[in-house]
């Protein structure tokens, strides 16, 4: 399960899982961030801080000044994997997301580059069942996967300053959200109106790893009218 157990600083280890970017590879992640999650509420005798999983990768802050470096790996080399197991209740999630021309700035272009005319590539968006594999770049941003392998296209050459709050981006096999405005080098294709990252709740992001999230096609009238909702 885990390849290899790296420290990369004087309180942090990062957990290797392998170099690929599969399903199966990141479920063993997310069990295994779960697992330490839990033992870090239930008895925080080893001073974990924080526990970020990735694609493939599991990175662990601890307190150093606790001195307990050698209990701390000897804890994460004896987990019993056969006693991870994944959430009982899988996050199911809909998301809306409107494909007008005005939220589909690279839509045209991703149709030249795949030779799939617009109408296919939203309904092979639509069509596909997308997993949460983490959250990362800024606060509440999902990276997802899969997306059918007739619509894998590299980034853009030259990245946006500005991409809107809500815009749904597409990169090789994954999908994006864009919580906030930011710059971007994804290839847009549609917009939400909905927000995912909420910094003064307790639970910040609307998606978490683990999450499986389908889309929802809604007109440009219901955008404005969902976005009302959310200002």
């Known amino acids: 399960m885990i390849k290899n157990v790296n420290q990369i600083s004087e309180q942090a280890f990062l957990l290797d899982f392998g170099n690929e970017i599969t399903k199966e590879i990141n479920q063993n992640v997310l069990n295994t961030f779960y697992y330490i999650s839990k033992n870090m509420q239930k008895?925080?005798?080893?001073?974990l801080k924080n526990c970020v999983p990735s694609y493939n990768k599991l990175l662990i802050h601890f307190d150093p000044s606790k001195k307990n470096k050698e209990d701390l790996i000897n804890f994460i080399n004896n987990i019993e994997f056969s006693q991870v197991?994944?959430?009982?209740?899988?996050?199911e999630l809909e998301i809306p997301v409107c494909y007008d021309e005005e939220f589909a700035l690279d839509i045209q272009n991703v149709s030249k580059k795949t030779k799939i005319d617009e109408d296919a590539i939203?309904?092979?968006?639509?069509?596909t069942k997308f997993f949460v594999y983490m959250i990362g770049f800024?606060?509440?941003?999902?990276?997802?996967g899969d997306l059918e392998s007739n619509l894998n296209v590299l980034r853009l050459n030259t990245p946006r300053l500005r991409v809107p709050f809500g815009s749904v981006g597409i990169v090789e096999k994954f999908c994006v959200i864009y919580p906030n405005e930011s710059p971007g080098g994804w290839n847009i294709i549609g917009r939400t109106p909905i927000k995912l990252f909420f910094k003064d709740k307790k639970k910040p992001t609307l998606l978490n790893p683990g999450s499986q999230i389908k889309i929802r096609l809604i007109s440009k009238k219901e955008f404005f009218e969902l976005q009302k909702i959310y200002e």
């Not at 008895?43 to 001073?47: A, K, P, Q, R, Y």
């Not at 197991?85 to 996050?91: A, D, I, L, P, T």
């Open 85 to 91: 197991r994944s959430k009982k209740n899988v996050e």
């Open 138 to 144: 800024m606060p509440g941003l999902p990276f997802m």
């Open 122 to 127: 939203i309904k092979s968006h639509l069509s």
């Open 43 to 47: 008895d925080n005798f080893l001073g």
